[in-house]
C-alpha cells in the first residue's frame, strides 16, 4: 500500500546552553554508542513547534491545551448570550465539557479553600489538560446556549449527549491533528498524532558543564561595606552538534484533519498548509530552557526533507559511533555531515523505496558541503514550498 510520509532531518550546533533540563536543574542527557550524548526531549521540542504555528496560522485552525477550559467556553457562551452572568456560564459550560468529553469539571480545592475565607468564587477548572480546537469551542458553545434553564436536565438526554460528543471529536485544529490528543476519561475521542518528534541527540559525546556564577549587591552605603557578592549559585549547561528527526503520517493527517468536514469541504488545502506550516516551525523552533541566561539563538546547519511511501526512517544509526572534534581545526559539524552523506545512500540502496522520494537541501557554509546531492538546494521558503506542493500533487481525491 502507498503511503505519504514527510520527513525532516536537521543538524543544528548550539553554543553553551541549558535548553532543555531535568527536575535537577541539569541539561537532559541520554546514552547512545556507550557514550553520554547531549539530549532535548521530543515535547520541548513539540511545544515551541506548536507555539510558533500562532505566528502563521490563523487562531480558527488551532486548538488550546488547557484546564482552564471552561473560563474559555465560558466566554463563547457569553459572547452568543449576553444576558447570562459570569458565574452562570462558568456552570453552564463546566456541565457542556463534562457531557463532551467525560472529563470532571470542578472548582480546584485550591481556589475553594479561599472561596471559604471570603474571596471571590473561582472559575471550575477539568481534573487534567483538555485539547480542544477553535472550531470545536465554538460548536460547544452554540450547543450550550440552547439549555436554557436547567443545563443538567437538558444534557441528560441522550441525543444532545452525543451531539456534544460528536462536536468534540470533529474539525480537529492543526495541532490537534498533528500533535494528538488522550482525553483519559473518554477514550473514544482520543486522536492518534499524525506527527512523530524523535529526541534530539548531540553526533558526539558530551560532558556537561558547570558555571559558578555572583551577583553584587547595586546598593551599598561605600566600598567597605561588603567585598562578598550578594548572591552565587551555579548552573549546568553544555554544547553540541544536534541531529534532530521528525516524521508526519500525510495520510493519518488526512484523516484527522478531515473528521467533520461540511459539505463541500475539502482536506487538500488543510493537509498543505498544515505540512507546510509544521515543516517551517519544527526547523526554525528553538526550545527557550534559560535564554536570558545563553542566548543560544541559532538555526540549523543542514536539512534535509523526504517524502517517502513506504515506513518513515530516521537516519539516526549514522552517529551511532560518535563524532570526534577535528584534531587541528576542531568542531563535529564536517564529521557530522560525511558520516550523514556516507550512511543515507548505503540505507537507501539497501531499503530502496521502489517509488521516487522527492528530497529537498537546505545547508549553511562549507562544512556541510559533503551533503551535495542528497537532495534539491533550496532555501527554507522554497523548500517548504515545495514540499507543499508535492503533498498536494499527491493526495487524491478528496
Known sequence: MTRTILEVHVLQTVPPSCLNRDDTGTPKTAVYGGVPRARVSSQAWKRVTRRDFQQILDPSQLGVRTRRVAELLAGRIRTLNTTISEQAAWALAAE???????????????????????GPEPAPESKYLLFLSALQLDGLAELAVKAGDDPKAFFKDKGIKDEAKKIANTRHSVDIALFGRMVADSAD???????????????????????????????????????????????????AT????????????????????HE??????????????????????????????FAHHTLPDAVLVKIR????????????????????????????????????????????????TPSWLLRVGKNTSSLTGLGEELPLHDLVHAAGQEIAHRQGPS
Do not use: W
Request: some cysteine.
Open 189 to 239: 475521542i482520543n486522536v492518534d498524532g499524525a506527527a512523530q518528534v524523535a529526541h534530539a541527540i548531540s553526533v558526539h559525546r558530551v560532558d556537561n558543564e558547570s558555571d559558578y556564577y555572583t551577583a553584587v549587591d547595586d546598593y551599598q552605603r561605600d566600598d567597605s561595606e561588603e567585598t562578598g557578592a550578594g548572591m552565587i549559585g551555579t548552573i549546568e549547561f553544555n554544547s
Open 96 to 118: 457542556t465539557i463534562q457531557t463532551a468529553t467525560g472529563s470532571k469539571v470542578d472548582i480546584p480545592k485550591r481556589a475553594a479553600n479561599k472561596t471559604t475565607d471570603g
Open 264 to 293: 463541500g469541504d475539502t482536506t487538500d488545502e488543510p493537509v498543505r498548509q498544515a505540512v507546510e506550516a509544521f515543516l517551517q516551525c519544527f526547523i526554525t523552533s528553538l526550545p527557550t530552557g534559560r535564554i536570558n541566561t
Open 309 to 356: 511511501s513506504t515506513r518513515p526512517i530516521s537516519y539516526v544509526a549514522a552517529f551511532e559511533e560518535p563524532c570526534h572534534a577535528e584534531p587541528e581545526t576542531g568542531g563535529h559539524l564536517r564529521q557530522a555531515c560525511q558520516a550523514l552523506a556516507d550512511y543515507i545512500p548505503q540505507v537507501e540502496e539497501a531499503y530502496g523505496d521502489d517509488q521516487p
Open 242 to 261: 544536534l541531529y534532530r528527526y521528525a516524521c508526519v503520517d500525510v495520510d493519518l493527517l488526512r484523516r484527522n484533519l478531515g473528521n467533520g468536514l
